[in-house]
């Protein structure tokens, strides 16, 4: 038993790092062929690793992995087991994949050199114009960052220091994302003296978010409603006998007349959504329904 437990613990530890491998490589393509050479800053650690890259000639993925090592260690140092080998590896991985991406021995290579656009002395870029280049490295570099999320890992970037303002200044995490991320945006915009770049850096920034979080929950084809009625038995009959549905009735209490009443919790596909509020409205016109979205269901729905 011990030997299939470890047997299957590589296993995991395996498809997790080629998994964060993966993402990194998509995420540094975005970074290298099309935020970096706009000088477009996504926030965290890229962001802050642009501005060094163009005053002073040091490689962002290099000076991606000068910033984000010393964050690990404190990270290691403060919260523990949390910043472990995954952490570590993905952080090595996106600043590998960065400068891999932007070296002229890959930009220069037979697939490429009829597809590149030369943005400045330094940069390569698939297209010239900054709106495409904001829109497709976001996505890639959302899409990457999600990748390296769902196999259990980090980039580091604004992870350590977002945990940091939690603990010590009583923010919540996404404040404290939204604070640090602005604040490099801004700065880069001011460095370079070009207000533009703070749009830029924010339209990346969001479309970033959006598709990190599009891989990591994926899209919601399930629907989740919550309906409360006084003719509760009744739909209930429908969900069982003519959806063919399982649902959970669940006893609650009016906050205003105090009087008993039945919850009525049941997941589906999203098809099957107009059919249900079709029928609860025909039985009872005054029920109140909630529908939110459901990322992932397991289970049986029929108990």
Known sequence: ??????????????????????????GGLGLS?????FKVSPGGAAG???????????????????INIPLFVTGVLIFGKMFGIKTLWGILSLSFFTDFFASSRFTGSLFL??????????????????????????????????????FNGSTGGSDIPALLLRKYFGLTVGTSYLLIDTFIIFGVGVIFKDPNLILWGFLSLYITTKGTDFIVEGMSYTKELFIISSKSDEIRDY??????????????????????????????????????????KKIDPLAFVVVNNAYEVMGDFRR
Request: with cysteine; aromatic share 12%.
């Open 48 to 66: 802050i690793s642009q501005i060094f890259y163009y005053l002073f000639n040091i490689p962002a993925g290099v000076m991606m992995l000068m």
């Open 113 to 150: 050199k009829d597809f590149i656009f030369r943005i400045n002395a330094q940069s390569v870029s698939f297209t010239d114009q900054v709106f495409l280049a904001v829109v497709a490295g976001g996505l890639l570099l959302g899409v990457g960052v999600g990748f390296v999320i769902k």
């Open 1 to 26: 038993m011990a030997g299939h437990f470890n047997k299957n613990n590589l296993v995991f530890m395996l498809k997790d790092i080629s998994g964060i491998l993966f993402g990194s490589a998509i």
């Open 239 to 280: 969900i069982i006998n003519q959806l063919d549905r399982g649902c959970t009735v669940l006893r609650g209490e009016g906050g205003y007349t105090g009087e008993e009443k039945n919850v009525i919790y049941l997941a589906l596909h999203t098809r099957e959504l107009p059919k249900v509020k079709g029928a609860v």
């Open 33 to 37: 062929f099309f935020l970096i050479p």
